[in-house]
């Protein structure tokens, strides 16, 4: 395998990206929006404005649904502190997926199609590659943006809610080894998801727009996390997040394998 070419056409993918402003406005906004601005309200009202009756109510009650394990950890805490535990560290889990999830599918939406618009597919077939150096510089090109981004983002977020939070906590309590692993495990699975649907459907379809509205179908198993949590039924342990990155790469392999045998020259030609 040629090494040098996987590494020049990754570069050449990175470049193109770095100038697209319709592609690195959602690499911006996304993550400043859920991991900054939503946890910084959250972490800063109990201390500021107070948490109305009713929503403190729902979250005790959660709280109260949870393992006996979970419940002994909440012991002696106040109402602003379960507040804070719950919602900063449970319950904004989902949405750090989003970020990897989202980055990789913006980005993987633009990797055949987007050449298909600017009309550079055909240059890019033809050049002295094989079929797999290609696949592997689109997934490099697309997969390794979408876990920095999580990983600055997961910064970004341990910041945002040990600052806003302190009032309340009187200590640094993020991040936690649940949080860790899911930054270090199940972020980059969740990049990898979004790539592989991202790969698959671009090379399918003829336009970015298009790419993009198929590949949001990636966000449905966030929905059902975000569910689970809600109903009380899916709780934040370690065991669980290895279990949950575990069966994401699962996943992940059987979705990359598919895109490999559509990430082929004639493939792609015949959707141009």
């Known amino acids: 395998m040629n090494l040098r070419a996987v590494r020049t056409l990754a570069t050449r993918d990175l ?45 005790v009650r959660l709280s109260l649904n949870m393992p006996e394990a979970m419940q002994a950890s909440f012991a002696g805490m106040t109402t602003e502190q379960l507040w804070v535990t719950l919602v900063l560290l449970n ?47 689109k997934l490099a090109g697309a997969w390794l943006p979408a876990v920095g981004v999580g990983l600055v983002s997961f910064v970004m977020y341990g910041v945002t809610v040990n600052v806003t939070a302190w009032p309340v906590m009187q200590r640094v309590f993020f991040p936690t080894p649940e949080w860790v692993a899911l930054a ?53 342990t370690l065991s669980r997040v290895i279990g949950m990155g575990l069966a994401l790469w699962c996943v992940d392999l059987g979705l990359l394998l598919l895109a490999r045998r559509l990430c082929r020259r004639d493939v792609l030609m015949s959707r141009r």
């Open 184 to 236: 270090l495990f199940v972020g980059p699975g969740a990049a990898a998801l979004g790539l592989s649907m991202g790969v698959i459907i671009s090379a399918r379809v003829r336009t970015v727009q298009e790419a993009s509205q198929l590949g949001s179908i990636v966000v449905i198993p966030i929905v059902m996390l975000v569910v689970g949590q809600l109903s009380g039924q899916l709780h934040l």
């Open 15 to 59: 470049t193109a990206l770095s100038r697209s402003r319709g592609v690195l406005a959602p690499l911006a906004l996304v993550p400043m929006v859920l991991l900054v601005l939503l946890p910084g309200i959250a972490g800063m009202a109990p201390s500021t404005v107070g948490i109305p009756e009713p929503l403190m109510y729902e979250v």
């Open 91 to 137: 319950f904004m889990v989902p949405f750090y997926l989003v970020v990897p999830l989202t980055v990789a599918s913006v980005i993987a939406a633009d990797s055949f199609a987007g050449e298909r618009e600017r009309s550079t597919l055909e240059s890019l077939v033809y050049t002295p590659t094989s079929d797999q150096e290609l696949f592997l510089a």
